[in-house]
């Protein structure tokens, strides 16, 4: 089955710096890679998801690149604020043609600290 | 976005009895809604994949006569947790899979149910 690692466990950044989360997994299959954030008490939620025939993504301030080859990827958060301290999750499955999907694989998570 | 509206956020139950924690999609349909564990500062463990009208699929070593799931809807699934002990507690988080985006396997979460068996 698939296998997702995560890294690194904790991140603490300064206000306004960038934070970087790298992602690895081991099925090649896997074409679906969503990013969750979670807040203390609260469910994840989805802030970023890419899909296999890209490379890379952005929205505002957060952006998530994939490399096929590798089989990594990563999320990028510019300009930290402090209120992107939260648990990030990454997360692989597989989309098939036909809308199935198999069930999403976590990364173990990374609490991001992002300090004044 | 979708919402997955999950109840109760918090229940504390004696040992031995019975908890049943409702999650459900306001404003999509979800053939498929899944239920996750989560232990503190650990990444989220899938309990069972849950399939409108019939019968869930459990990850192995979970015991679906202890955790009974039951998804009589598109927008409802229940997760029973039978003569709850201490090591049941911890946190319960659903999703739902919104049904006519299913080709984009977008998953909306729950807001978590937190479990304390006494």
């Known amino acids: 089955g698939e296998n997702v690692e995560q890294h690194p466990s904790t991140l603490s950044v300064q206000e306004g710096d960038s934070a970087v989360i790298k992602c690895t997994y081991s099925?090649?299959?896997?074409?679906?890679f969503p990013w969750y954030k979670q807040e203390l008490g609260k469910g994840p939620q989805l802030i970023i998801d890419?899909?296999?025939?890209?490379g890379e993504k952005k929205d505002q301030r957060i952006a998530v690149t994939l490399n096929k080859t590798a089989k990594h990827f990563s999320l990028h958060i510019t300009e930290t604020q402090p209120e992107d301290s939260a648990v990030y999750f990454c997360?692989?499955?597989?989309?098939?043609?036909?809308?199935?999907?198999?069930?999403?694989?976590f990364g173990t998570g990374t609490r991001l600290q992002v300090t004044l | 976005g979708a919402v997955v509206s999950q109840h109760p956020s918090w229940v504390i139950c004696k040992s031995g009895t019975s908890v049943k924690i409702e999650c459900r999609s306001l404003?999509?349909?979800?053939?498929?809604m899944f239920w996750y564990r989560q232990f503190p500062k650990q990444s989220l463990m899938l309990m069972a994949t849950?399939?409108?009208?019939?019968?869930?699929?459990?990850e192995q070593g979970v015991e679906k006569d202890k955790f009974l799931i039951n998804h009589a809807s598109l927008t409802l699934s229940t997760l029973t947790v039978t003569s709850a002990h201490p090591e049941d507690s911890s946190f319960y988080i659903c999703?739902?899979?919104?049904?006519?985006?299913?080709?984009?396997?977008?998953?909306?979460f729950g807001a978590g149910t937190r479990l304390s068996v006494l």
């Open positions: 997360a692989a499955s597989i989309l098939g043609n036909t809308g199935t999907a198999s069930k999403l694989t």
């Open positions: 999703s739902a899979r919104d049904s006519l985006a299913g080709a984009k396997n977008i998953q909306y």
């Open positions: 890419i899909r296999s025939n890209v």
């Open positions: 404003d999509f349909q979800a053939t498929t």
């Open positions: 849950s399939n409108e009208g019939s019968k869930a699929t459990y």
């Open positions: 099925d090649s299959a896997s074409n679906y």
